[in-house]
T-cell receptor, first 112, second 113 residues
């Protein structure tokens, strides 16, 4: 069966510091991968998606970037965090024609 | 473009009450429709889905029917439990290669004993 992992689970970082969040998927190959952000009490905002290795599409211009160095690995990065980057970051994968996405447990980021 | 509008929350019900959370959508073509549930501090879990008109998705006592004529996918449960307290998201999947999901804003449900 397929599983999706995210780490770290929680992160507290100072403003201006770099960021690296990792997402890995097991039990499938060539999935679509997605990064979402959920601010407190708000809905989900799609940040990036990838349909293959090295293929990244950005939905929202910001100081974040994403990379997909391996088929089942998706990384969210920043060179300098802003206060507004605080939130709950969710990774998801999908495969097949009807578009069901399966979400990881999330990373809670607090920028101080 | 695609959009999903769902019932504003929060919704507070007593245990064993009937639940309806309304969801309507705007989309081109025939998207797949989903309900996801998010428990406090966790990621989203797929609750149910429907891939074509008149399909009924069901899981854990929850049901939703894909109504093309009213562009709706309302979530219902006949008797809610305290453990159903969570945020519920309605979503649709576009038909492009990336299969992006468009989410509603979420509805917070609290069930009181």
């Amino acid at each position: 069966s397929q599983t999706i992992h995210q780490w770290p689970a929680t992160l507290v970082q100072p403003v201006g510091s770099p960021l690296s969040l990792e997402c890995t998927v097991e039990g499938t190959s060539n999935p679509n991968l997605y990064w979402y952000r959920q601010a407190a009490g708000r809905g989900l905002q799609l940040l990036f998606y990838s349909v293959g290795i090295g293929q990244i599409s950005s939905e929202v211009p910001q100081n974040l970037s994403a990379s997909r160095p391996q088929d089942r690995q998706f990384i969210l990065s920043s060179k300098k965090l802003l206060l507004s980057d605080s939130g709950f970051y969710l990774c998801a994968w999908a495969q097949g024609s009807e578009g069901t996405q399966y979400f990881g447990p999330g990373t809670r980021l607090l920028v101080l | 473009g695609n959009s999903v509008t769902q019932m504003e929350g929060p919704v507070t019900l007593s245990e064993e009450a009937f639940l309806t959370i309304n969801c309507t959508y705007t989309a081109t073509g025939y998207p797949s429709l989903f309900w996801y549930v998010q428990y406090p501090g966790e990621g989203l879990q797929l609750l149910l889905k429907a891939t074509k008109a008149d399909d009924k998705g069901s899981n854990k006592g929850f049901e939703a029917t894909y109504r093309k004529e009213t562009t709706s996918f309302h979530l219902e449960k006949g008797s809610v439990q305290v453990s159903d307290s969570a945020v519920y998201f309605c979503a649709l999947s576009d038909l492009g290669s990336a299969r992006q999901l468009t989410f509603g804003s979420g509805t917070q449900l609290t069930v009181l004993p």
